[in-house]
């Protein structure tokens, strides 16, 4: 079966310094990858997305970006935080060939930038 | 752009009656996919339920039905014999047949169950 893994869970930052976020998925190849952003009480924001090794789309300009150096991993990152980048970042895949195309859900990261 | 509205920020019902959270989307296009997903406190995104726009079926999962009118651009989401377990977060989202696959959510409907 397929698992998706997010680390780390928890993380409190400064403002100014870096950011890197990690997701690993299990038990399937060539998924299509997303990163989403839920801020408080609020619904999910896509990030980025992609559908390859080095393909990554972004969808919103911002001080953030993403990278797929393996098929199942795609790692968030930003040179330095700001305060906004506060929020709940969701990792999550998807079949590439499936009619739904539905997307599965990690555990998700909660970044406290203060 | 597509947009998906859910109108109700919070709704709640009592413990095994059945409640209807409401959705309405925008979009020009005529094949797309509708979701409902759950959002419970440890805030683990769960599909709940999918529709496919092409079919006039309603989707049924066990004790959740959508209530999908195309016409109208509406998605409701109906749980039946609540439980306590089906307090969380609710979310509709949109997915183009087209492109690149993406999710559109809306802001969410918080659904309290009371015993």
């Known amino acids: 079966s397929q698992t998706i893994h997010q680390w780390p869970a928890t993380l409190v930052q400064p403002v100014g310094s870096p950011l890197s976020l990690e997701c690993t998925v299990e038990?399937?190849?060539?998924?299509?990858l997303y990163w989403y952003r839920q801020a408080a009480g609020r619904g999910l924001q896509l990030l980025f997305y992609?559908?390859?090794?080095?393909?990554i789309s972004s969808e919103v300009p911002q001080n953030l970006s993403a990278s797929r150096p393996q098929d199942r991993q795609f790692i968030l990152s930003s040179k330095k935080l700001l305060l906004s980048d506060s929020g709940f970042y969701l990792c999550?895949?998807?079949?590439?060939?499936?009619?739904?195309?539905?997307?599965?859900f990690g555990p998700g990261t909660r970044l406290t930038v203060l | 752009a597509q947009t998906v509205t859910q109108s109700q920020p919070e709704m709640s019902v009592q413990e095994a009656e059945t409640v209807t959270l409401s959705c309405t989307y925008d979009?020009?296009?005529?094949?797309?996919?509708l979701f409902w997903y759950k959002q419970p406190p440890s805030r683990q995104m769960i599909l709940v339920i999918r529709?496919?726009?092409?079919?006039?079926q309603n989707a049924t999962e066990n004790r959740f039905s959508v209530n999908f009118q195309k016409a109208a651009k509406s998605f409701s989401l109906k749980i039946s014999d609540s439980q306590l377990g089906d307090a969380a977060m609710y979310f509709c989202?949109?997915?183009?047949?087209?492109?690149?696959?993406?999710?559109?959510f809306g802001q969410g409907t918080r659904l309290t169950i009371n015993p």
């Open positions: 529709q496919e726009a092409y079919k006039q």
């Open positions: 979009t020009s296009e005529s094949d797309y996919y």
């Open positions: 999550a895949w998807s079949p590439g060939t499936s009619e739904y195309n539905e997307q599965f």
């Open positions: 992609s559908v390859g090794i080095g393909q």
């Open positions: 038990g399937t190849s060539n998924p299509n």
């Open positions: 989202a949109y997915r183009s047949a087209q492109g690149a696959q993406k999710l559109v």
